[in-house]
């Protein structure tokens, strides 16, 4: 009984204990529910104020930030800037006065034309000159007229050049004469070119005219052949278009074996007193509204192979005055069927040459129509010549 009642003792002590334990347990989640429910209340009672801040805050901290990356990049590039030239001030781009190779000092050039230089020809915008420098090298030299004397607009202008010059010796063709170099020396501007030994093709036309040289009607085709091939290079291979804007035979240079190469290419842009002189070489829409295109070109083109063609110069006063002369007799001779009466009578000889001939009279006169939108391009023109013979 003792140990029964013990035990009844101890299991009622052990069970009081443990309620106590719970008890506090229990205090504390009431406490709990009742202060999220206070909460909770204290919540509702004032929601709008609270998402109205809550809201306020985001929104300012959204203007802050973008404010704040606009500050930055603006520094940003402002730094990048401000490096830059100071990197273009501490290593300056070297500004020669005669670029591209062979290198040439305005000294060296300046005793070369000291040392009275041959003349190769003259034109209205500036001479021609065979000059050979101390090393020995032969170059063909052109000094443009003088500028006007030092003004504001002077240096624009020469700045300008400079720029026009430096794109025009990137032109690189067989059948162009590449600017080898330029120097600016005061207001006188010299342009370096290769030299070309034969001479230019008006220089040939004369010689033949006066039986001092032989032209074959197989190395007159192939000069013609070589011109369009100039052209097609300077109006379809180079980006933006250039224009020659000034083909005439003095400007077609005679290299070995007759390979001839287009000179002052792309100066008349550049140089607002440059005169195209000679009004045969110039299509008509040029005197009329000034304006020269890639068919101006085609026009002058076709002049010289009427020239080739016939062995005349189109100034000769058979043709009269006016600048498509020399185009109107070709057209009268073809419709009256008198070609071959145009042909030069040095160069009549084998039929089938003959024959390429008067298939050469076709393609100048449509070269010489009096509507640009008539001429060929310089690429249909490659292929008409081109099928006259095997190139």
């Known amino acids: 009984m003792a140990n029964r009642a ?6 009622t002590t052990t069970t009081t ?17 009742l202060s999220a429910e206070c909460i909770d209340r204290i919540t509702k009672s004032e929601p709008p104020k609270i998402k109205n801040r809550l809201l306020f805050k985001i929104l300012l901290s959204v203007f802050l930030g973008i404010i704040t990356g606009l500050i930055c990049a603006l520094l940003f590039a402002l730094l990048a800037r401000y490096f830059l030239k100071y990197i273009n001030r501490k290593t300056p781009t070297p500004k020669p006065l005669i670029l591209f190779s062979p290198k040439i000092s305005p000294k060296t050039l ?7 230089p041959h003349l190769l020809g003259s034109s209205s915008n500036g001479d021609y000159y065979k000059v050979v ?33 430096d794109t025009l010796s990137i032109l690189r063709h067989r059948n162009l004469m590449s600017l080898r170099g330029y120097v600016f020396e005061s207001n006188i501007c010299s342009l370096v070119y290769d030299y070309a030994p034969n001479g230019s093709l008006e220089d040939a036309m004369r010689s033949a005219r006066e039986d001092r040289l032989e032209l074959k009607w197989e190395v007159r085709l192939r000069i013609a052949v070589g011109i ?6 300077l109006h379809f291979n180079c980006e933006p278009q250039r224009l020659h ?10 290299g070995p074996q007759f390979e001839p190469r287009l000179a002052d290419c792309g100066l008349a842009p550049i140089l607002p007193d440059f005169s195209r002189a000679g009004s045969c070489y110039t299509g008509p829409e040029c005197s009329l509204n000034c304006r020269y295109t890639d068919k101006s070109d ?7 192979l009427g020239v080739l063609i016939t062995g005349k110069d189109p100034l000769d006063p058979m043709f009269g005055e006016g600048g498509s002369s020399l185009g109107q007799w070709l057209r009268q001779m073809q419709q009256s069927g008198e070609v071959r009466e145009t042909i030069d009578k040095n160069i ?34 490659v292929s008409m010549l081109t099928q006259l013979n095997s190139f």
């Open 298 to 304: 085609i026009f002058s083109f076709g002049v010289i």
């Open 6 to 11: 013990q035990a009844v003792v101890i299991t």
């Open 228 to 233: 369009i091939r100039g052209l097609y290079y």
């Open 17 to 33: 204990s443990t309620r106590f334990q719970v008890l506090p347990f229990i205090l504390i989640c009431l406490n709990n529910v």
């Open 245 to 254: 804007c000034n083909l005439k035979p003095s400007n077609v240079i005679l």
């Open 133 to 165: 420098l101390d090393n020995g090298l032969t170059v063909a030299v052109k000094k443009l007229n003088p500028f006007v004397p030092n003004t504001s607009a002077t240096t624009k202008k020469k700045k300008r050049v400079k720029r026009e010059l």
């Open 348 to 381: 009549l000889g084998q039929e089938i040459e003959e024959d390429e001939m008067v298939m050469a009279v076709s393609i100048a006169v449509v070269c010489m129509s009096e509507l640009p939108a008539d001429r060929p391009s310089s690429d249909e023109l």
């Open 110 to 116: 300046k005793s070369a034309m000291s040392n009275e």
